[in-house]
Protein backbone atom coordinates (compact mmCIF):
# COMPACT_ATOMS: atom_id res chain seq x y z
CA UNK A 1 0.00 0.00 0.00
CA UNK A 2 2.88 2.76 1.07
CA UNK A 3 4.91 1.57 -2.41
CA UNK A 4 2.27 3.68 -3.80
CA UNK A 5 2.82 6.88 -1.53
CA UNK A 6 4.67 9.53 -3.46
CA UNK A 7 6.50 11.43 -0.89
CA UNK A 8 8.21 13.38 -3.59
CA UNK A 9 4.80 15.25 -4.54
CA UNK A 10 4.39 16.40 -1.03
CA UNK A 11 8.23 17.98 -1.23
CA UNK A 12 7.46 19.58 -4.64
CA UNK A 13 4.40 20.99 -3.41
CA UNK A 14 5.66 22.05 -0.05
CA UNK A 15 5.63 25.80 -0.54
CA UNK A 16 2.37 25.93 -1.82
CA UNK A 17 1.23 23.91 1.32
CA UNK A 18 3.30 26.00 3.59
CA UNK A 19 1.27 28.99 1.99
CA UNK A 20 -2.07 27.57 2.87
CA UNK A 21 -0.60 26.99 6.41
CA UNK A 22 0.49 30.87 6.71
CA UNK A 23 -3.03 32.09 5.02
CA UNK A 24 -4.50 29.13 7.71
CA UNK A 25 -2.43 30.59 10.90
CA UNK A 26 -3.26 34.45 10.00
CA UNK A 27 -6.75 34.00 9.26
CA UNK A 28 -7.26 32.13 12.61
CA UNK A 29 -5.43 34.42 14.60
CA UNK A 30 -6.75 37.58 13.36
CA UNK A 31 -10.63 36.02 13.71
CA UNK A 32 -9.71 34.94 17.38
CA UNK A 33 -8.67 38.00 18.54
CA UNK A 34 -11.72 39.75 17.05
CA UNK A 35 -13.71 37.05 18.54
CA UNK A 36 -12.70 37.44 21.62
CA UNK A 37 -13.34 41.09 21.37
CA UNK A 38 -17.01 40.18 20.37
CA UNK A 39 -17.34 37.50 22.34
CA UNK A 40 -16.29 39.50 25.61
CA UNK A 41 -18.63 42.24 24.32
CA UNK A 42 -21.42 39.96 23.73
CA UNK A 43 -21.51 38.46 27.42
CA UNK A 44 -21.32 41.83 28.72
CA UNK A 45 -24.32 42.14 26.76
CA UNK A 46 -25.84 39.53 28.22
CA UNK A 47 -25.71 39.80 31.61
CA UNK A 48 -26.43 43.61 31.10
CA UNK A 49 -29.84 45.11 33.55
CA UNK A 50 -30.87 46.19 30.68
CA UNK A 51 -33.46 44.61 28.43
CA UNK A 52 -32.56 45.80 25.11
CA UNK A 53 -28.89 44.89 25.25
CA UNK A 54 -29.74 41.84 26.81
CA UNK A 55 -32.41 40.57 24.05
CA UNK A 56 -30.03 41.66 21.39
CA UNK A 57 -27.37 39.35 22.86
CA UNK A 58 -29.39 36.47 22.84
CA UNK A 59 -30.66 36.39 19.70
CA UNK A 60 -26.77 36.89 18.22
CA UNK A 61 -25.60 33.70 20.39
CA UNK A 62 -28.31 31.85 19.98
CA UNK A 63 -28.89 32.09 16.30
CA UNK A 64 -24.93 31.53 15.80
CA UNK A 65 -25.22 28.21 18.36
CA UNK A 66 -27.80 26.98 16.66
CA UNK A 67 -26.82 27.35 12.82
CA UNK A 68 -23.98 25.39 11.79
CA UNK A 69 -20.89 27.01 10.34
CA UNK A 70 -20.96 26.06 7.11
CA UNK A 71 -24.21 27.67 6.73
CA UNK A 72 -22.64 30.84 8.27
CA UNK A 73 -20.30 31.33 5.43
CA UNK A 74 -22.41 30.28 2.74
CA UNK A 75 -24.45 33.10 3.75
CA UNK A 76 -21.83 35.58 3.96
CA UNK A 77 -19.84 34.51 0.83
CA UNK A 78 -23.54 34.17 -1.31
CA UNK A 79 -25.83 36.16 0.42
CA UNK A 80 -24.59 39.22 1.33
CA UNK A 81 -23.33 40.33 -1.88
CA UNK A 82 -27.03 39.79 -2.78
CA UNK A 83 -28.52 42.40 -0.35
CA UNK A 84 -26.18 45.33 -1.73
CA UNK A 85 -22.47 44.26 0.30
CA UNK A 86 -19.35 42.94 -1.67
CA UNK A 87 -16.59 41.49 0.11
CA UNK A 88 -13.23 39.60 -0.82
CA UNK A 89 -13.55 35.91 0.28
CA UNK A 90 -10.38 36.04 3.04
CA UNK A 91 -12.64 39.03 4.86
CA UNK A 92 -15.85 36.89 4.69
CA UNK A 93 -14.00 33.65 6.00
CA UNK A 94 -12.54 36.29 8.94
CA UNK A 95 -16.25 37.72 9.75
CA UNK A 96 -17.80 34.28 9.84
CA UNK A 97 -15.43 32.71 11.94
CA UNK A 98 -15.36 35.80 14.03
CA UNK A 99 -19.11 35.71 14.65
CA UNK A 100 -19.32 32.37 14.92
CA UNK A 101 -16.22 31.67 17.65
CA UNK A 102 -17.84 35.26 19.03
CA UNK A 103 -21.18 33.38 19.73
CA UNK A 104 -19.09 30.57 21.81
CA UNK A 105 -16.62 32.59 23.68
CA UNK A 106 -19.60 34.62 24.94
CA UNK A 107 -21.24 31.84 26.56
CA UNK A 108 -17.43 30.45 27.92
CA UNK A 109 -16.93 33.77 29.42
CA UNK A 110 -20.19 34.22 30.65
CA UNK A 111 -19.87 30.50 32.60
CA UNK A 112 -16.69 31.78 33.88
CA UNK A 113 -18.18 34.19 35.55
CA UNK A 114 -21.63 32.87 36.82
CA UNK A 115 -19.20 29.91 38.39
CA UNK A 116 -17.76 32.85 41.41
CA UNK A 117 -19.99 31.57 44.09
CA UNK A 118 -22.54 33.74 45.68
CA UNK A 119 -20.41 34.20 48.63
CA UNK A 120 -17.38 35.54 47.02
CA UNK A 121 -19.20 38.07 46.09
CA UNK A 122 -21.26 38.81 49.16
CA UNK A 123 -17.67 38.84 50.85
CA UNK A 124 -16.61 41.40 48.51
CA UNK A 125 -20.35 43.94 49.36
CA UNK A 126 -19.97 43.29 52.83
CA UNK A 127 -16.28 44.51 52.93
CA UNK A 128 -17.91 47.85 51.15
CA UNK A 129 -16.21 47.41 47.70
CA UNK A 130 -18.10 48.70 45.28
CA UNK A 131 -19.27 46.51 42.12
CA UNK A 132 -16.60 47.73 39.97
CA UNK A 133 -14.15 46.76 42.49
CA UNK A 134 -15.85 43.37 42.95
CA UNK A 135 -15.50 42.63 39.49
CA UNK A 136 -11.96 43.83 38.87
CA UNK A 137 -10.53 42.00 42.46
CA UNK A 138 -12.49 39.51 43.33
CA UNK A 139 -14.92 38.01 40.48
CA UNK A 140 -12.62 38.85 36.83
CA UNK A 141 -9.39 36.97 38.34
CA UNK A 142 -11.17 34.12 39.79
CA UNK A 143 -13.19 33.57 36.46
CA UNK A 144 -10.66 34.12 33.79
CA UNK A 145 -9.16 31.07 36.37
CA UNK A 146 -11.58 28.77 34.48
CA UNK A 147 -12.04 30.31 31.39
CA UNK A 148 -8.86 30.19 29.93
CA UNK A 149 -8.57 26.25 29.45
CA UNK A 150 -12.29 26.54 27.41
CA UNK A 151 -11.27 29.33 25.72
CA UNK A 152 -8.00 27.75 24.16
CA UNK A 153 -10.14 24.93 23.80
CA UNK A 154 -12.46 27.03 21.42
CA UNK A 155 -9.12 28.41 19.60
CA UNK A 156 -8.55 25.13 18.20
CA UNK A 157 -11.93 24.36 16.98
CA UNK A 158 -11.75 27.95 15.44
CA UNK A 159 -8.55 26.44 13.78
CA UNK A 160 -9.82 23.66 12.51
CA UNK A 161 -13.07 25.40 11.60
CA UNK A 162 -10.91 27.46 9.21
CA UNK A 163 -11.04 24.27 6.53
CA UNK A 164 -14.56 25.62 5.93
CA UNK A 165 -13.25 28.28 4.18
CA UNK A 166 -11.71 26.04 1.28
CA UNK A 167 -15.66 25.78 0.38
CA UNK A 168 -15.58 29.66 -0.50
CA UNK A 169 -11.95 29.28 -2.31
CA UNK A 170 -10.17 31.04 0.50
CA UNK A 171 -6.10 29.75 -0.35
CA UNK A 172 -5.85 28.26 3.51
CA UNK A 173 -4.11 24.81 4.21
CA UNK A 174 -7.11 22.36 3.26
CA UNK A 175 -7.75 24.27 0.06
CA UNK A 176 -3.68 23.63 -0.78
CA UNK A 177 -4.86 19.62 -0.50
CA UNK A 178 -7.82 19.91 -2.62
CA UNK A 179 -5.65 22.02 -5.47
CA UNK A 180 -2.95 18.75 -5.34
CA UNK A 181 -5.72 16.86 -5.16
CA UNK A 182 -7.41 17.94 -8.24
CA UNK A 183 -4.09 18.87 -10.05
CA UNK A 184 -2.50 15.28 -9.62
CA UNK A 185 -5.21 13.13 -8.36
CA UNK A 186 -3.36 12.48 -5.20
CA UNK A 187 -5.59 12.52 -2.31
CA UNK A 188 -4.10 10.52 0.29
CA UNK A 189 -0.93 12.51 -0.19
CA UNK A 190 -2.65 15.84 -0.29
CA UNK A 191 -4.54 15.38 2.69
CA UNK A 192 -2.48 13.40 5.19
CA UNK A 193 0.02 16.47 5.22
CA UNK A 194 -2.77 18.60 5.13
CA UNK A 195 -3.89 16.49 8.17
CA UNK A 196 -0.13 16.51 9.67
CA UNK A 197 -0.22 20.53 9.60
CA UNK A 198 -3.61 20.44 11.43
CA UNK A 199 -1.78 17.62 14.11
CA UNK A 200 0.83 20.05 14.75
CA UNK A 201 -1.24 23.30 15.24
CA UNK A 202 -3.58 21.12 17.63
CA UNK A 203 -0.97 20.08 19.62
CA UNK A 204 1.20 23.80 19.99
CA UNK A 205 -2.22 24.69 21.15
CA UNK A 206 -3.57 21.85 23.55
CA UNK A 207 -0.03 22.03 25.39
CA UNK A 208 -0.77 25.59 26.05
CA UNK A 209 -4.06 24.50 27.41
CA UNK A 210 -2.68 21.93 29.60
CA UNK A 211 -0.02 24.47 31.03
CA UNK A 212 -2.33 27.02 31.74
CA UNK A 213 -4.84 24.71 33.49
CA UNK A 214 -1.92 23.86 35.68
CA UNK A 215 -0.90 27.92 36.57
CA UNK A 216 -4.97 29.25 36.28
CA UNK A 217 -7.17 27.20 38.06
CA UNK A 218 -6.96 28.01 41.98
CA UNK A 219 -8.86 25.71 44.48
CA UNK A 220 -11.59 26.95 45.81
CA UNK A 221 -11.20 27.98 49.76
CA UNK A 222 -12.37 25.52 51.43
CA UNK B 1 -24.97 51.33 68.11
CA UNK B 2 -27.47 49.06 66.30
CA UNK B 3 -31.95 49.22 66.85
CA UNK B 4 -34.56 47.22 65.49
CA UNK B 5 -37.80 48.32 65.83
CA UNK B 6 -40.77 46.24 64.88
CA UNK B 7 -38.77 44.57 61.74
CA UNK B 8 -40.45 42.23 59.51
CA UNK B 9 -38.78 40.21 56.31
CA UNK B 10 -40.96 37.90 54.12
CA UNK B 11 -39.51 35.33 51.96
CA UNK B 12 -41.76 35.25 49.63
CA UNK B 13 -44.96 33.90 52.07
CA UNK B 14 -42.44 32.50 54.77
CA UNK B 15 -42.14 35.46 57.56
CA UNK B 16 -38.59 34.73 58.92
CA UNK B 17 -38.34 38.22 60.67
CA UNK B 18 -41.57 38.61 62.76
CA UNK B 19 -41.79 42.19 64.84
CA UNK B 20 -38.17 42.07 65.82
CA UNK B 21 -36.72 44.90 68.66
CA UNK B 22 -33.90 44.73 69.69
CA UNK B 23 -31.41 47.20 71.03
CA UNK B 24 -27.57 46.66 70.68
CA UNK B 25 -25.43 48.83 72.40
CA UNK B 26 -21.66 50.10 71.74
CA UNK B 27 -19.43 47.45 73.35
CA UNK B 28 -21.96 44.98 73.78
CA UNK B 29 -21.29 41.14 72.76
CA UNK B 30 -24.68 39.77 71.95
CA UNK B 31 -24.85 36.01 71.29
CA UNK B 32 -27.89 34.69 69.42
CA UNK B 33 -28.88 31.10 68.86
CA UNK B 34 -32.25 29.16 68.36
CA UNK B 35 -32.77 26.55 66.09
CA UNK B 36 -31.95 26.46 62.35
CA UNK B 37 -34.23 28.07 60.13
CA UNK B 38 -35.25 30.16 63.32
CA UNK B 39 -34.34 33.80 61.56
CA UNK B 40 -30.93 34.25 63.20
CA UNK B 41 -28.68 34.43 60.26
CA UNK B 42 -31.01 36.93 58.18
CA UNK B 43 -31.38 38.90 61.78
CA UNK B 44 -27.67 40.24 61.43
CA UNK B 45 -27.17 39.85 57.25
CA UNK B 46 -30.03 43.12 57.82
CA UNK B 47 -27.98 45.41 60.23
CA UNK B 48 -25.17 45.40 56.90
CA UNK B 49 -27.98 45.31 54.79
CA UNK B 50 -27.28 41.97 52.90
CA UNK B 51 -30.66 41.11 52.90
CA UNK B 52 -33.42 43.74 52.26
CA UNK B 53 -36.60 44.15 55.23
CA UNK B 54 -39.97 45.15 54.39
CA UNK B 55 -41.82 46.47 57.61
CA UNK B 56 -40.48 48.33 60.66
CA UNK B 57 -37.36 50.15 61.57
CA UNK B 58 -33.55 49.79 61.84
CA UNK B 59 -30.81 52.07 63.03
CA UNK B 60 -27.26 50.84 62.51
CA UNK B 61 -24.78 53.43 63.98
CA UNK B 62 -27.30 56.34 64.09
CA UNK B 63 -27.44 55.62 60.24
CA UNK B 64 -31.71 54.74 59.07
CA UNK B 65 -31.75 51.59 56.77
CA UNK B 66 -35.48 51.47 56.44
CA UNK B 67 -34.85 54.98 54.74
CA UNK B 68 -34.07 55.33 50.79
CA UNK B 69 -30.77 56.30 49.78
CA UNK B 70 -28.88 55.33 52.56
CA UNK B 71 -24.86 54.85 51.05
CA UNK B 72 -24.81 51.33 51.61
CA UNK B 73 -21.07 51.17 50.71
CA UNK B 74 -20.03 53.46 53.33
CA UNK B 75 -22.02 52.13 55.89
CA UNK B 76 -20.57 48.47 55.31
CA UNK B 77 -17.15 49.57 55.30
CA UNK B 78 -17.82 50.36 59.18
CA UNK B 79 -19.86 47.15 60.03
CA UNK B 80 -17.44 43.62 59.21
CA UNK B 81 -19.48 40.38 58.30
CA UNK B 82 -17.74 36.63 59.12
CA UNK B 83 -19.08 34.21 57.21
CA UNK B 84 -19.61 30.37 58.06
CA UNK B 85 -17.77 29.32 55.12
CA UNK B 86 -15.04 31.85 55.54
CA UNK B 87 -15.40 33.11 51.77
CA UNK B 88 -11.54 34.03 51.60
CA UNK B 89 -10.54 35.36 48.16
CA UNK B 90 -8.49 31.96 46.67
CA UNK B 91 -7.05 34.10 44.18
CA UNK B 92 -5.02 36.25 47.22
CA UNK B 93 -2.86 35.25 49.74
CA UNK B 94 -3.41 36.14 53.48
CA UNK B 95 -2.22 39.32 53.40
CA UNK B 96 -4.09 40.39 50.11
CA UNK B 97 -7.25 39.15 51.38
CA UNK B 98 -7.16 41.56 54.36
CA UNK B 99 -5.80 45.03 53.19
CA UNK B 100 -7.89 44.71 49.93
CA UNK B 101 -10.64 46.42 51.28
CA UNK B 102 -8.18 49.53 53.46
CA UNK B 103 -6.79 50.17 49.93
CA UNK B 104 -10.15 50.10 48.31
CA UNK B 105 -12.42 51.59 50.49
CA UNK B 106 -10.67 53.28 52.59
CA UNK B 107 -8.14 54.36 50.10
CA UNK B 108 -5.26 53.96 52.40
CA UNK B 109 -1.61 53.66 50.16
CA UNK B 110 -0.58 50.09 49.87
CA UNK B 111 2.31 49.97 52.43
CA UNK B 112 0.81 51.45 55.07
CA UNK B 113 -2.10 49.00 54.27
CA UNK B 114 0.62 46.14 53.99
CA UNK B 115 1.90 47.01 57.84
CA UNK B 116 -1.65 46.87 59.11
CA UNK B 117 -2.58 43.95 57.46
CA UNK B 118 0.68 42.46 58.94
CA UNK B 119 -0.01 43.70 62.46
CA UNK B 120 -3.78 42.57 62.31
CA UNK B 121 -2.77 38.78 61.13
CA UNK B 122 -0.14 39.00 63.86
CA UNK B 123 -3.14 40.02 66.59
CA UNK B 124 -4.65 36.72 64.80
CA UNK B 125 -1.68 34.56 65.82
CA UNK B 126 -1.04 34.44 61.79
CA UNK B 127 2.23 35.93 61.66
CA UNK B 128 3.75 32.78 60.08
CA UNK B 129 0.90 32.81 57.16
CA UNK B 130 1.21 36.19 55.13
CA UNK B 131 2.25 34.91 51.56
CA UNK B 132 -0.18 31.82 52.05
CA UNK B 133 -3.12 31.08 49.88
CA UNK B 134 -6.53 30.10 51.53
CA UNK B 135 -6.23 26.59 49.99
CA UNK B 136 -3.29 26.41 51.81
CA UNK B 137 -4.55 27.14 54.92
CA UNK B 138 -6.69 25.10 57.53
CA UNK B 139 -10.31 26.11 57.86
CA UNK B 140 -9.43 27.49 61.15
CA UNK B 141 -6.40 29.80 60.12
CA UNK B 142 -8.90 30.47 57.32
CA UNK B 143 -11.59 31.45 59.78
CA UNK B 144 -9.13 33.64 61.78
CA UNK B 145 -7.52 35.43 58.25
CA UNK B 146 -11.32 36.27 57.58
CA UNK B 147 -11.10 37.37 60.76
CA UNK B 148 -8.67 40.09 60.42
CA UNK B 149 -9.41 40.30 56.97
CA UNK B 150 -12.90 41.93 59.06
CA UNK B 151 -10.56 43.69 61.83
CA UNK B 152 -8.55 45.34 59.13
CA UNK B 153 -11.54 47.82 58.67
CA UNK B 154 -11.14 49.03 62.12
CA UNK B 155 -15.05 48.22 62.50
CA UNK B 156 -17.40 49.74 64.39
CA UNK B 157 -19.65 46.62 64.91
CA UNK B 158 -18.14 42.73 63.80
CA UNK B 159 -21.13 40.27 62.62
CA UNK B 160 -19.92 36.61 62.93
CA UNK B 161 -23.14 34.16 61.46
CA UNK B 162 -21.58 30.59 62.82
CA UNK B 163 -18.13 31.43 61.91
CA UNK B 164 -17.37 27.87 64.03
CA UNK B 165 -19.95 25.76 62.43
CA UNK B 166 -17.98 24.87 59.69
CA UNK B 167 -14.80 23.83 61.27
CA UNK B 168 -13.23 20.55 63.15
CA UNK B 169 -13.68 20.34 66.21
CA UNK B 170 -10.67 21.17 67.32
CA UNK B 171 -9.74 23.99 65.08
CA UNK B 172 -12.86 26.23 66.61
CA UNK B 173 -11.00 27.07 70.33
CA UNK B 174 -8.58 28.96 67.99
CA UNK B 175 -10.96 31.21 66.34
CA UNK B 176 -12.88 31.31 69.99
CA UNK B 177 -9.76 32.75 71.38
CA UNK B 178 -9.62 35.32 68.42
CA UNK B 179 -13.30 36.05 69.61
CA UNK B 180 -13.15 35.98 73.02
CA UNK B 181 -10.09 38.68 72.57
CA UNK B 182 -12.11 41.04 70.28
CA UNK B 183 -14.98 40.81 72.95
CA UNK B 184 -12.59 41.67 75.99
CA UNK B 185 -11.16 44.63 74.10
CA UNK B 186 -14.91 46.15 73.74
CA UNK B 187 -15.34 45.56 69.99
CA UNK B 188 -19.43 45.69 69.64
CA UNK B 189 -20.17 41.99 68.76
CA UNK B 190 -23.46 40.36 67.42
CA UNK B 191 -22.80 36.23 66.90
CA UNK B 192 -25.22 33.77 65.68
CA UNK B 193 -23.39 30.32 67.17
CA UNK B 194 -24.24 27.55 69.63
CA UNK B 195 -21.26 27.62 71.32
CA UNK B 196 -22.20 28.06 74.92
CA UNK B 197 -18.71 28.29 76.85
CA UNK B 198 -17.90 31.37 74.70
CA UNK B 199 -21.21 32.42 75.08
CA UNK B 200 -21.37 32.12 79.40
CA UNK B 201 -17.52 33.57 78.68
CA UNK B 202 -17.70 36.64 76.82
CA UNK B 203 -21.72 37.39 76.11
CA UNK B 204 -23.51 40.44 77.92
CA UNK B 205 -26.83 38.88 76.19
CA UNK B 206 -27.96 35.77 74.90
CA UNK B 207 -31.06 36.08 72.80
CA UNK B 208 -33.17 32.77 71.64
CA UNK B 209 -34.68 33.00 68.05
CA UNK B 210 -37.50 30.44 66.90
CA UNK B 211 -39.52 31.20 63.58
CA UNK B 212 -38.72 34.18 63.01
CA UNK B 213 -39.77 35.74 66.49
CA UNK B 214 -37.18 36.93 69.55
CA UNK B 215 -38.97 34.40 72.21
CA UNK B 216 -36.13 35.13 75.26
CA UNK B 217 -33.23 37.24 75.88
CA UNK B 218 -31.44 37.05 78.97
CA UNK B 219 -28.31 36.85 81.30
CA UNK B 220 -25.78 34.17 79.85
CA UNK B 221 -25.59 31.58 83.13
CA UNK B 222 -30.05 32.28 83.97
CA UNK B 223 -30.48 31.57 80.28
CA UNK B 224 -29.00 28.27 79.70
CA UNK B 225 -29.30 27.42 83.14
CA UNK B 226 -32.82 28.88 84.02
CA UNK B 227 -34.90 29.37 80.87
CA UNK B 228 -38.16 31.66 81.34
CA UNK B 229 -39.60 30.19 78.01
CA UNK B 230 -40.96 26.04 77.14
CA UNK B 231 -39.15 26.72 73.21
CA UNK B 232 -36.30 27.86 74.84
CA UNK B 233 -35.79 24.93 77.57
CA UNK B 234 -36.36 22.36 74.57
CA UNK B 235 -33.82 24.25 72.46
CA UNK B 236 -31.30 24.04 75.52
CA UNK B 237 -32.06 20.57 76.37
CA UNK B 238 -31.42 19.67 72.39
CA UNK B 239 -27.75 20.69 72.18
CA UNK B 240 -26.60 19.84 75.84
CA UNK B 241 -27.96 15.88 75.74
CA UNK B 242 -24.84 16.13 72.26
Redesign the interface.
Known sequence: MLENFNFRIIWEYMPFFLEGLRNTFLISIVSLVLALLVGISACACRLSQWRLLRGAATIYIESIRSTPLLVQIYFFYFGLPTLGLRIPEIQTGILALMLNSGAYIAEIVRAGIVSV?A??I??G??????YF?RMR??IL??AL?VTVPPLLGQAIVLFKDSALLSMIAVAELTRSGQVLSSERFMPSEAFLTVAFFYLCIYFFLKSLADWSQKKLI????? | MIKFEGVHKWFGKLHVLNDINLHVTSGEVVVICGPSGSGKSTLIRCV?R?EKFQKGKLWVDDVPLHDHGVNL??L??E???V?Q???????MTALQNVI??PV??RKMNKAEAADLGRETLTRVDMADKFDS???QLS?GQ?QRVAIA??LA?SPKIMLFDEPTS?LDPEMIGEVLDVMVQLADEGMTMCVVTHEMGFARQVAHRVIFMDEGELVETGQPDSFFDNPQTERAAQFISKILTH
Request: proline letters at 6%; glycine letters at 10%.
Open positions: SGQEAIASGLNQFIPQGFREAY | NLTQRAISFFQFHLYPHLANVYPAGQRGMA
